[in-house]
Structure formats: C-alpha cells, structure tokens
T-cell receptor
Framework: GAVVSQHPSRVICKSGTSVKIECRSL??????MFWYRQFPKQSLMLMATSNEGSKATYEQGVEKDKFLINHASLTLSTLTVTSAHPEDSSFYIC???????????FGSGTRLTVV | RKEVEQDPGPFNVPEGATVAFNCTYS??????FFWYRQDCRKEPKLLMSVYSSGNEDGRFTAQLNRASQYISLLIRDSKLSDSATYLCVVNPPSDSNYQLIWGAGTKLIIKP
C-alpha cells in the first residue's frame, strides 16, 4: 500500500531554534500534502495544505512565517517550525492521498518538544 | 454546531461484546466518509471507508445515513487489540484540495 515516510519521529529542541520535518511519499506522487498538528487528547487540526510547485495554503490562525512549508517535488514536502517556543510542542503529522477516492495515508508523526 | 461530532467516550466494553458508535456531520453535501483508528501517541491509520450502501470488513461494519447525516461503526466480537480512539473523517464537497474534517474521536477500551 501507499506509504508516507516522515522524520524525525521525535525531536527535542531549545526555544528559539528551528526544526525541519520531512515527509516523503515513497510509492506514489503526492501533488498535495496536508500538515496537521495534534495536541494531547485533541483531534487533528489542519495547519496547512502543501501544493507541489506553488505556495502552501494556511488555515486561519496558523502563521505562515513561523511554519514554513516547501513542496519542491512530487514526493517531498517539508515543514519548518521557525523560532520554536514551548507552546509549539505538539505532534505534527503529514498526510497525502495516493489517488482520488482512496483513504488518506499518514506519516508516522513527529513529536516535537521545545524546552 | 461542530462540523463533525463524536461522543468522546470512553466506551468500556468487555472482550467479545459488540460495540457501536456514531458520528454526525453538518454538511449535507459531504462526499466521502472514513473511519480511522488512532493508537496512543501514534498516527491515525485508515480503518475503512464508508460507502452509501454500507460495507463490512471482517468484524467491522460501517454504515452511512444521509437522511440523518451520520455514519456508524459497529465492531463485533471485540478484541483487546481493538482498544484505540476511533476517528470519524468527512470529506466536504467542492474542495479542490480534498481537505478532511476530523471528529475528535471516540475512545474505546476493551476489557478482559
């Protein structure tokens, strides 16, 4: 089945530093990649939609200058959390749809802890 | 009203029992529906799509009721390994990016 590889799985960083999270579609081309954030005991919240070769679309309340998204190829999308703060600590997950009508495949998630 | 609503639970169910939970959605024109399963501190995994005529996959049965705008998930002969949070997901219409609307999840605990 379709696989989305996400890494790192876990990262601890100091406040003020930047962290890059990568998601790769391994056996399909992902023209669109979705980035979610999930706080403990809450549902997934869509942060942004990453489109290959164009600018990402951000959800209301998500700072585009803080959460930089790059989708330079059909198999790779990256999310960079810039100047991270403790409140950015969360579980970040990417997702893509291998084909129309199919379910969405998720990366394994990145647990970010900012200290 | 939330776009997708689920009873958060937890549902505490003895092993071997049958359990069912629903999910309501607000947009009557929604096109696609899914159930995902999420284990603690892991990513969601697709359990099954929900088709208009209802569908079954082993012990799991999913149904769609468009008139009342809800989907349901039935688990028969529940196993300890079924313990997880079950997320209802709806794909709204006219969205070129195929964004998903997620329910907050129903937590299921199967007890021996």
């Amino acid at each position: 089945g379709a696989v989305v590889s996400q890494h790192p799985s876990r990262v601890i960083c100091k406040s003020g530093t930047s962290v890059k999270i990568e998601c790769r579609s391994l056996d399909f081309q992902a023209t669109t990649m979705f980035w979610y954030r999930q706080f403990p005991k809450q549902s997934l919240m869509l942060m942004a939609t990453s489109n290959e070769g164009s600018k990402a679309t951000y959800e209301q309340g998500v700072e585009k200058d803080k959460f930089l998204i790059n989708h330079a190829s059909l198999t790779l999308s990256t999310l960079t959390v810039t100047s991270a703060h403790p409140e950015d600590s969360s579980f970040y997950i990417c997702s893509a749809r291998p084909k129309a009508g199919a379910g969405y495949t998720f990366g394994s998630g990145t647990r970010l802890t900012v200290v | 009203r939330k776009e997708v609503e689920q009873d958060p639970g937890p549902f505490n169910v003895p092993e071997g029992a049958t359990v069912a939970f629903n999910c309501t959605y607000s947009n009557s024109a929604s096109q696609s529906f899914f159930w995902y399963r999420q284990d603690c501190r892991k990513e969601p995994k697709l359990l099954m799509s929900v088709y208009s005529s209802g569908n079954e996959d082993g012990r799991f049965t999913a149904q769609l009721n468009r008139a009342s705008q809800y989907i349901s998930l039935l688990i028969r002969d529940s196993k300890l390994s079924d313990s997880a949070t079950y997320l209802c997901v709806v794909n709204p219409p006219s969205d070129s990016n195929y964004q998903l609307i997620w329910g907050a999840g129903t937590k299921l605990i199967i007890k021996p």
